[in-house]
């Protein structure tokens, strides 16, 4: 014991300094402005003095305490996990070891305290299941050796798409829950893992790979809260849709006389923007079964998420970028009260289009639908879908003008060109995607 000691005393005057560095200039200002613009009571003063030798010291005993256990911990557990040579037992290890060290973090016990709309437990269990996931990936990273930025750039974009349909109060809960990473407890021992995982590999690169995982491990949070708002969002979505769609059908057929009936809540508007990405998604799936599995084309990418995925984004930029060109159009030729009802309608069609699309993705992908009728029934609804917006745009903006050539250049130049150039781009990259013999 008296050796241990020994030991540690010069790495305890080493931490007091450091912790004195990290709170003597902030506990000066702080006595600077109680002496001159922001004068307080003596009590005050004397608490806040208090406080911070307290902090000095707590910072002292944490500091040596995590570099003499935690980290040398981190890096035995690290190198011995990799070690194993066996995939599954280090991703199983890694997340347990995130989750388990996310939620003994004092800063997310503090952060789930403060945010009253969602239980503590799902917080912080959401949280830690984040970083549980982002730490296996950020392994898988270490050990396959993937580009850090390209991950980031991913990851992130992930993360801006979902902040566009999550509840604003999610937000601010989601990137403070991304802090949770650079806690006390969470960073030496997520970096002393990491260590111990590059330490095993021995090559040239092993540093470089490890660098980032604190940086990985901070994403997980963040795209851990922005899903709960989505679920969440969805689940009160799917309570509300029966009474709105029945009354935005109402309105579809028979337009409302005042502009009290065409004002659309935000909560409204979120709903009809989650459906159209719904049938952004589902189209995707569509075509990529179409190409797969009707037509057998071979792709250079293996993975079938990622093919989805780049199938369905693309549908997600043609719906933003019509919406963008209906938006331009209308606003240069159309008055404003029939811009705003046009563009609750095509919101409403484009979200209907998803909501039929749903079981028969499901009859497809669970029940082995023939291929053929599927193919017929999507056809059926895009067909469907295109005839209620010619009728749409017919009554809203030429029913009172009787010019049946412009309705008819107006539907070919918005809706039918833009479907056939988008097929021609699916081709051109379903093909691009090919595997040729």
């Known amino acids: 014991m008296d050796a ?9 005057r080493e931490k007091l300094l450091e912790a004195l560095q990290a709170v003597l200039p902030i506990a000066a200002i702080v006595l600077v402005l109680c002496f001159t613009i922001a004068p307080v009571s003596p009590s005050i003063l004397l608490c806040f ?82 970083v549980g996931l982002f730490l ?13 930025p390209k991950l980031l750039v991913l990851f992130y974009g992930m993360i801006f798409l979902l902040a566009a349909f999550v509840p604003k109060e999610f937000l601010a809960v989601a990137f403070d829950s991304g802090g949770v990473t650079t806690g006390p407890m969470t960073v030496p ?57 029945l009354q935005q059908l109402k309105n579809f057929f028979f337009v409302p006389r005042s502009v009290a ?35 057998h084309t071979d792709f250079v990418i293996d993975s079938q998420l990622a093919l989805i995925a780049l199938f369905a984004g693309f549908f997600t930029l043609y719906f933003g970028v019509k919406y963008g060109i209906y938006k331009f159009v209308n606003w240069v030729f159309f008055h404003r009260q029939n811009n705003e009802q046009w563009n609750r309608s095509w919101r409403l069609l484009s979200a209907t289009e998803g909501v039929l699309l749903f079981p028969l993705v499901l009859l497809v992908v669970y029940f082995d639908l023939p291929l053929p009728s599927a193919f017929i029934y999507t056809a059926s609804i895009i067909v469907l879908v295109k005839i209620l917006t010619f009728y749409k745009s017919f009554t809203i903006f030429f029913s009172q003008s009787n010019v049946h050539l412009q309705i008819i250049l107006y539907f070919c130049a918005l809706e039918l060109m833009p479907i056939v150039t988008s097929w021609g781009i699916l081709e051109m990259i379903a093909s691009y995607l090919n595997i040729n013999f």
């Not at 997340?95 to 973090?105: A, H, P, V």
């Open 4 to 12: 241990i000691l020994k030991a540690s005393l010069p790495k305890l």
């Open 49 to 130: 003095l208090l406080g911070a030798a307290m902090i000095v010291v707590g910072i002292m005993f944490f500091t040596l305490g995590a570099e003499m256990s935690m980290t040398p911990m981190g890096e035995r557990v690290g190198a011995v996990i990799t070690k194993s040579r066996k995939l599954p037992v280090i991703l199983g290890i890694g997340f347990l070891l995130g989750f388990l060290i996310t939620i003994s973090e004092p800063d997310l016990q503090v952060l789930a305290n403060q945010v009253p709309s969602i239980p503590n437990r799902t917080l912080i269990l959401s949280v830690a299941a984040g």
């Open 136 to 148: 296996v990936f950020a392994f898988l990273r270490m050990l396959i050796g993937i580009s850090l």
């Open 189 to 245: 021992f997520i970096m002393a893992l990491g260590v111990g995982v590059s330490a095993i590999r021995g090559d040239r690169h092993a540093a470089d790979d490890s660098f980032g995982l604190v940086a990985m491990c901070s994403i997980g949070p963040i795209l851990a809260v922005l899903l709960l708002g989505c679920f969440l969002l969805a689940m009160f979505s799917f309570s509300f849709s029966k009474n709105l769609f």
């Open 261 to 295: 009936e065409m004002t659309e809540t935000a909560l409204e508007r979120r709903f009809q923007w989650f459906f159209i990405l719904q049938t952004a998604m589902l189209l995707g799936i569509i075509y990529y079964v179409y190409q797969a599995f009707y037509l």
